[in-house]
């Protein structure tokens, strides 16, 4: 993430962020074709755990082995269970991946303003919880209405009604989420909809330029 000392003072950092299921991918490709550098956060969050990392022995030293694979790489789901209802452990958990994964951004960014490019999107689903508000330029929130994140939820994930609920019910509520964002973006309706309304962001966000 961006720094006053490390990173270029030139480059816009838009942090885009929403609840879970609300369309955050969908939003950022839309950005992606037209040209704008996409950092997604939970990439980084894989990169940094690639077997033999720093971050991966830190993991193994903190939860036990059990976490790795029969190949050696970090079990995902099995350590997101581990962490889903256990505070202390999520704790860690983000002690751990938080520093990494802000050096790889900061040296990512840092390549994409060498490449040439004035702004950016740096998509983080726990951009505010993590308090990283201050790393970017503005916050566009990625919204939708409650009853269709949790239609969208069960449909993607294939899971109940309850298991949706208590997964949503654990993370920020997107009502609180909005009253960070510079921008929101409702994707409640169709694509064809929502992208409309990005086109209307995006033109004020490049002063009717194309970018």
Known sequence: ??????????IRIIGLTGGIATGKSSVAR???????????ADQLARDVVV?????????VAGFGPVVLTQ??????????SMVFSNPEKRRLLENILHPEIR??????????????????IYMAPILIE???????DTIWVVTLRPEIQL??????????RDQALK?????MPLAEKERYGNVIIDNSGTESETWKILESVWSQETGGSDG
Do not use: C, N, Y
Request: proline fraction near 6%.
């Open 51 to 59: 077997p033999a990392s720093p971050a991966l022995d830190r993991i």
């Open 30 to 40: 839309f950005f992606a074709e037209k040209g704008v550098p996409v950092i997604d």
């Open 71 to 80: 190949e050696g790489a970090l079990d995902r789901k099995l350590l997101g």
């Open 151 to 160: 239609e969208r939820l069960m449909r993607r994930d294939s899971i109940t």
């Open 167 to 171: 997964i949503i019910a654990s993370q």
């Open 1 to 10: 993430m961006k720094s006053v000392q490390q990173m270029p003072p030139h």
């Open 130 to 136: 993590a308090g990283a508000e201050s790393r970017v």
């Open 103 to 120: 050096k790889l951004s900061e040296i990512r960014i840092s390549a994409a303003a060498a490449a040439g490019h004035d702004r950016l």
